[in-house]
């Protein structure tokens, strides 16, 4: 069987010991659309996010890609137990909690495991979770992922959990669009990112799409960031959590429309492409 849940669950899939500078935030930062609107060059709000120095802020979903930002080869799926290939693989969720601000540059380890493999009948849902630390112990933050491996499910195992996030039956508190840039995904995968779904024509056809598609992590950042700005007015600090499941494809030149509604539990927020959804079980919680 390509995947092996009794190898699998439970195993360390490694610790990667990384750093980041302010140079790789500022990337990360315009790969998800910082200072992509008219004005964004002189507005002393959207430069928080794209020019160094002491009012430079890290929107709290970086610490999902510092581990791998440098990385320049496609990312591995050499997990115990799954014997799996890139074709098969799109991400299916993501979810990240961080402790405090994220600093601007700085170093750390991440461990992570695999916490879960669902058995979806004609997919697997592969679930990881990972905690970074500061060199001295401290931790940072923690990221729970998980892959839909499309072809590798019906062994008879846990259909898995639901936990959906009720959009509330009201207009929304705050509503914006952003409208993905055509080199949004090449400029994304500078961000160690590199799976030739989202850059490659021909390897997107080979995986059943008509062309390359966006990363899932990048319509992640970038709806983090407009619900921030519009929101929690642009204060990534206000941020302590950040949830969101992949439900659908994005394309660059497509816009996102992303509604917001402030609730107890959080910020429950919207993001579709005209009557596609992008992101599902979505929500954002605020520090303190």
Known sequence: MPIDPSVAIGAETGTQEFSWKASDVLLYHLAVGAGSRAGDNVSADALRWTLDGDRLQVLPSFGVVAPSFHETNPPSLDLPGCDINLAQVVHGAQEMRVIGPLPTSGSARLTTRITDIWDKGKAAVIWQEGVATAPGGTELWRVRSSIFVKGEGG?????????????????????????????????????????PLHADPEFAKAAGFPAPILHGRCTYGIVLREVIDLMLGGDAHAVSGYAARFAGVVFPGETLSIDAWDEPEGIVVSATVGDRPALAGCLVTRRG
């Open 155 to 195: 062994w008879g195992g846990n259909r898995g959990e639901s936990t959906a996030v009720a959009v509330p039956d009201r207009s929304p508190d705050g509503s914006t669009t952003y409208t993905v840039t055509p080199q949004q995904a090449l400029l994304y995968r500078l961000c160690g990112d590199r799976n």
